[in-house]
């Protein structure tokens, strides 16, 4: 365990529990007393910048486009080391710390950004939904337990910025902060996933200064904020200050959309140019060019004349322009183009740059569907939280350039900003990479009951329905929608996640169609009533949706499941079943697998052995967690995959393959993309007779447009054996990298079956070479032997069971062959019905076998049978095995189990026989499914291999 984790502990022990319990008198808001801004639901934010789209202002043109500005002038990034105190509750913060001549030398250090509780300060906590106490009542917090963490900062600012307007930026701070700048109070903010801006400019001198932070845990504030994930607190993005002309950009909006028929391109921009000088600005302009990437050409140039604008006041200039059939963005060809922003003061002199990458994208709901450009699209898409498992929340843009061409390498489309707005990074990698966003607002309440969930959600306490809390809701949407309203892979947005249903969700909706009405807006609380453009039902089964698209139950809207396939634990069943009405029903149009990476921890146990640590193992013992529903991811913490993560390329691939029904040795290939050809793929086959590849062909150029497919004829030359197996395999790759994925990276793979043998096949060729071996079956009092060239079985007469394998006269088992019906339970079977004490009597019963009768079958030179029945007292059923041997020494297993009609058992965990071989054997050989792990309802990615 890292030490700072480790001494979590030491401050955790002093607190146990007191963190989700509540002081009643003192927890009760004292109405006599005025309200701080942390209590109360009307104040949520005090002298903040309103929230912009998410851009860097420059002064230098070759700048314009950086995504690390830090090293232009105009930056000072204040990520590092910073003083901080903490406290464990409210009433024992520093007072005066925010004095620049304040003693802070015994103060720690911290690093910014950081959560606390990984750092050794007050607890992490997780939980599913609960925010702080299950029987919380808004605007109520926690009293004993509320900790503040108080932040000091000196920053030289230089000398040339004395004339210019300078603003402070907080990425993210959790949950609530008041800021001071040298002494002076500046404002105060809430919502802890979207950024946070202040105009320092009257608080600033050149030299140094002082900023002052205090962050508390739990504001009123954390009634939004109980997603499902860790509890834990501080600033979690970047912290900068950055300086602009006191003229200057203030905002901008580059919205895009398609005419005819989705050929042309439409720009709409818009841009808010402040004044801050102490005279009315004049005789500015705005310029515009617009190129490809490459800067092969330039599609417009366009400068626009900005009408005087009075002091301490802004304008705002508009333009539209057509662009003739321009590249489009999706996420399978994400073209983005350069749009240059530059201020000119008098005499066109450039004085301010920003860089936009700009794409052409086109979203709709029409006729049922959410349309991309025209298309109805399906989003094979994940729900991704931010998560590090060293630094919690705090995540670095190389884990996000990770996370983003990983999902790309296993055929995710789409991503669901689980449950707040991400860094702004994510969405420049989704725009720069080809992903559709679902943004979603910094918005659930299942800490006090969500809407369709049963008895815990109490409508007349719930904040959605208290017009007190109306403006939070619309500052919190506002905050989403202005940062990433620029980024063409947000094609859609939530508005947040069981958060309740009522007046406030139905007047955020009516907000963001008022901003945007034709973009696509979706909650799941909603349902079917009239404020969601989609059914996002979660975790939908099958026959729910299915049953939507037959019937016609709102032809209006599709299905978009916002959350569905569990991936926790050993999971992911029926995966392809929901591809496979997806694709075949118009209306559904896929959903985000929940979800993306677990969140666990790296730790070590005091010896040193390393593991993934999950709720209850950082809190103080006894606190309540959701325990390892934390960990429900398709990939581990470190982004190594789960087996299931194959399953979802294979299910989602975006080609497919069919044998041709009139000629056996040609192959259908299907294009599944919406808007490109399968020009950039070549295709790869084999075949294999019994396993083994025996003919085989490569770089096969596709060309099959968009929705169409192609036949390839395949020269297999090979004649095929009667009483074999043959498979096609064959599989598309990337003839040229791309920004995610290289060169040679399968797109997509199939296995086609020309013919089935009997599933008992030869393994080998050099099996089929071997003479056969005669048979010797004998019995004595004790065994039944069955002997075959120099191997030996043995069977007890007084148990039935196979006891003995000998080869050479050495012996093969430790114990006799006996069938298991067990498994280790899975995190999903934990909430089923009777597991446990129910399932108790599957575990031994190996162990309480009792045998019926064992009898010698069929008998020749060459084969024979042993046939046994067995009664399983622990269930009360029987087993019937017929062991068949060949002329090879080999032996089958062929079991029918007949489970007790009078005795109803819980689930079967499953049905098998325990071999267990000397140490000798240590690796084995099967024809069959795999290579990686696969099961009966997850096996559309296990290929047939040796």
Request: hydrophobic letters at 35%.
């Amino acid at each position: 365990m890292p030490d700072k984790l480790q001494s979590l502990f030491i401050v955790a022990s002093l607190i146990i529990l007191s963190f989700i319990t509540f002081n009643a008198d003192a927890s009760s808001i004292n109405q006599k007393e005025a309200l701080e801004p942390w209590q109360d639901p009307q104040v949520y934010r005090i002298n903040k910048e309103p929230a912009r789209s998410y851009f860097y202002s420059v002064n230098k043109l070759d700048s314009a486009f950086s995504k690390t500005p830090w090293n232009e002038a105009n930056h000072l990034l204040l990520n590092g080391r910073w003083k901080f105190y903490w406290v464990a509750n409210t009433q024992k913060r520093p007072e005066h710390f925010e004095q620049p001549n304040y003693d802070d030398t015994r103060w720690d250090d911290i690093e910014v950004p950081a959560n606390w509780e990984l750092n050794g300060y007050g607890t992490p906590f997780y939980h599913s939904h609960q925010c702080f106490d299950k029987n919380a009542i808004p605007p109520v917090l926690p009293n004993s337990y509320n900790p503040v963490g108080s932040y000091r900062k000196s920053f030289n600012l230089p000398s040339d910025w004395q004339d210019k307007q300078i603003y402070l930026h907080f990425g993210a701070v959790k949950s609530a902060f008041y800021l001071w700048i040298n002494g002076s109070k500046v404002g105060y903010s809430e919502d802890s996933k979207t950024a946070a801006e202040f105009d320092i400019s009257p608080y600033v001198k050149s030299g140094q200064n002082t900023i002052a932070l205090q962050v508390f845990r739990y504001s009123v504030g954390s009634y939004f904020e109980c997603q499902d994930m860790w509890r834990i607190s501080g600033i979690e993005r970047d912290v900068y200050v950055y300086a602009t002309d006191k003229v200057h950009i203030k905002d901008f909006h580059a919205h895009t959309s398609l005419s005819d028929n989705y050929q042309h391109g439409i720009l709409n921009f818009s841009a808010s140019i402040a004044n801050y000088t102490v005279n009315r600005a004049i005789n500015y302009k705005l310029a515009l060019q617009l190129s490809p990437k490459d800067k092969s050409n330039v599609i417009f140039n366009k400068t626009i004349d900005i009408p005087s604008v009075p002091k301490g006041k802004s304008v705002s200039v508009n333009i539209k322009e057509l662009i003739d059939s321009p590249q489009l963005w999706s996420a399978e060809s994400p073209t983005l183009y350069e749009l240059s922003i530059s201020l000119l003061q008098e005499g066109d002199k450039p004085q301010e740059y920003i860089g936009h990458l700009l794409g052409f994208r086109h979203t709709e709901l029409k006729h049922g569907n959410i349309l991309i450009n025209g298309k109805p699209v399906l989003f094979k898409g994940v729900n991704r939280h931010e998560h590090d498992p060293i630094t919690g929340h705090v995540v670095s843009r190389a884990s996000m350039e990770r996370d983003v061409k990983l999902m790309k390498q296993f055929n995710i489309n789409a991503v669901r900003m689980a449950h707040y707005p991400n860094d702004p990074y994510m969405y420049y990698l989704a725009d720069l990479h080809g992903l559709y966003v679902m943004d979603e607002a910094n918005i659930e309440s299942h800490g006090i009951g969500a809407a369709n969930q049963g008895g815990s959600y109490r409508p007349e306490t719930h904040l959605v329905n208290k017009a007190e809390w109306k403006g939070a809701y619309i500052d919190r949407v506002s905050n989403m929608y202005q940062v990433s309203k620029n980024n063409p892979s947000v094609v859609m947005r939530s508005l947040g996640n069981e958060s309740g249903d009522g007046p406030n969700l139905e007047a955020i909706y009516d907000w963001l169609k008022q901003q945007d009405p034709i973009a696509p807006v979706i909650s799941e609380q909603a349902q079917l009533r009239r404020h969601t453009d989609a059914y996002g039902q979660m975790y939908a089964p099958i026959r729910d949706i299915k049953r939507y698209a037959e019937m016609g139950i709102d032809p209006k809207r599709p299905v978009i499941l916002i959350e569905y396939q569990h991936a926790m634990g050993n999971s992911l069943g029926n995966f392809a079943q929901y591809w496979e009405n997806f694709e075949q029903y118009p209306q559904l149009q896929g959903g985000f697998i929940w979800d993306w990476v677990d969140q666990t921890f790296a730790l070590e146990t005091d010896n040193g052995e390393k593991y993934w640590g999950y709720g209850g193992d950082l809190e103080p013992p006894a606190t309540e967690s959701s325990l390892s529903f934390s960990a429900n991811g398709l990939v581990y913490a470190d982004r190594s995959p789960y087996p299931y993560l194959y399953e979802v390329k294979r299910a989602q691939q975006n080609i497919g393959f069919a044998l041709s029904n009139d000629n056996a040795n040609e192959v259908i290939v299907s294009n599944k993309y919406y808007f490109k050809s399968l020009s950039d793929y070549e295709l790869q086959w084999e075949l294999l007779e019994n396993g083994l590849v025996v003919s085989k062909g490569s770089n096969i150029k596709l060309s099959a447009k968009a929705q169409t497919s192609q036949r390839i004829a395949l020269a297999l030359n090979y004649d095929l054996s009667p009483n074999k197996e043959y498979f096609v395999n064959v599989s598309v790759s990337l003839r040229k990298a791309t920004h995610s994925l290289s060169a040679g990276h399968v797109v997509a793979q199939g296995q086609l079956a020309i013919t089935q043998a009997s599933p008992r096949v030869t393994l080998t060729k050099a099996n089929n070479d071997k003479k056969p071996v005669k048979l010797k079956v004998s019995s004595n009092n004790n065994h039944i032997n069955v002997n075959s060239g120099n191997t030996l079985f043995r069977f007890s007469k007084s148990s039935g069971l196979l006891t003995q394998i000998s080869v050479n006269k050495k012996d093969v088992l430790t114990a006799a062959i006996v069938p298991d019906f067990w498994r280790a339970p899975t995190d999903n079977d934990l909430p089923v019905a009777g597991f446990g004490d129910a399932l108790q009597a599957f575990y031994d019963v190996a162990n309480n076998i009792e045998k019926v009768s064992l009898e010698i079958g069929e008998n020749s030179k060459h084969s024979a049978v042993i046939q046994a029945e067995y009664y399983l007292p622990s269930i009360e059923s029987r087993l019937f095995v017929n062991y068949i041997f060949d002329s090879q020494a080999r032996l089958t297993l062929d079991a029918y189990f007949y489970a007790a009609p009078h005795k109803k058992q819980a689930e079967l965990p499953r049905i098998g026989f325990r071999f267990p071989l000397t140490s000798d054997y240590r690796s084995a050989q099967w024809y069959g499914r795999g290579p990686h792990e696969n099961y009966p309802d997850r096996k559309l990615s296990g290929s047939e291999v040796m």
